[in-house]
């Protein structure tokens, strides 16, 4: 189960990079992931909330503009894969399989990459412009990444 959780978190962090680490920081903090003891306790810190909350905000807010670079640029692409690994490495952590939910949300994040950049693609063109297609990937992305940390629970 922690390694389908894993998958989908990835998903997210294709979505959103940002997102996904946020919503992991706020279920450990929550007490939702129960990472105490482990390398990813820190992500129970407040101060982990906050940093990640804020990437991801930050994240939200300028994906909305007209300059920002395709998902599929090396260096956008290489943060989203990062990213859903260390946010299904911390899935993992709760349950003892750091590595292999590592790979899972590696996995995911490729998955979410491509596909989210095709689904905003036909969103936009459906809508006509890009700005709703985007609000529409980030509350996927939001509600999906707090289920699936409230499923872990």
Known sequence: MLYILALLIGVIAGLRAMTAPATVAWGAWLGWLPVAGTWASFMSHWAAVGIFT??????LVTDQLPSTPSRKV???FGARIIMGAFAGAVIGAAGGATIVCLIAGAIGAVIGTL?????????????????PAAFIEDAVAIIGGLLIVAAVA
């Open 115 to 131: 596909g989210g950049a095709e689904a905003r693609g036909r969103l936009a063109a459906a809508f006509g412009k890009d700005p």
């Open 74 to 76: 090396p260096q956008q």
């Open 54 to 59: 804020i990437l991801a905000i930050v994240e």
